[in-house]
């Protein structure tokens, strides 16, 4: 069956990639596999994306708070991140795809750091999709990293209360020049945030999923994409249709 032509493509998709090791429990499996069937979602996304024209897709890779989890989970997350970026990195700049990292990254593993840092300075000067990986991420860390520095620019003299505004504390965001996510998908059939993007999904349409992550593939992709084109969006204000009717 030949894919639909979407009338209305995002420009930024974020996804919260959600489900592996209920993947891999359903299948009797232990939880490393579901996290490498995970990886190959991944692919399939970020290669859709490109092919039908999204601008930013920002992944949900690694919270701040799933350092918490068991250290052999965590140390088997860090070795397909790593095998990621060095599997992938050169075909990704080879497409033209730019990589951005958004997380804290000061207490970063020395074996982590260096390579997100190397995948964003390879990528820099690329055009196309810009991949966002969302590593050491939690929203409520970035906001409170962003109003620190807003802060301390205060105290310094640059700034003055009166100045700071949602568009200053914007800039200061991990996600500075980057549009706030139009769609944002959750997998899992999980429906809530989970400290991702809270201040960037103020007006984005939210789709949740039933299925588990390492199933989300293309089909089930351009299938959500859909459900985006068919709402209107409103951001706070009447919907088009609304106001020619005299609503």
Known sequence: MAEAILPNVPRHVAIIMDGNGRWARARGLPRTMGHKKGVEAVREVVRTA????????TLFAFSSENWRRPEAEVSDLMGLLKAFIRRDLADLHRENVRIRVIGEREHLRSDILPLLLEAE??????TALTLVIAFNYGSRDEMARAL????????????????V???????????????????IIRTSGEERLSNFLLWQAAYSELVFVPEFWPDFDRPLFMATLEKFAGRERRFGGLAASSVLAGE
């Open 50 to 57: 490109g092919d039908i024209g999204i601008s930013y897709l």
């Open 121 to 126: 300075e390879t990528t820099r000067n690329n």
């Open 148 to 163: 620190r520095k807003i802060g301390e620019k205060i105290r310094d003299g640059y700034l003055t209360p009166d100045m």
């Open 165 to 183: 505004t949602p568009e200053l504390i914007d800039a200061h965001l991990d996600t500075a020049g980057m549009p706030d996510p139009d769609l």
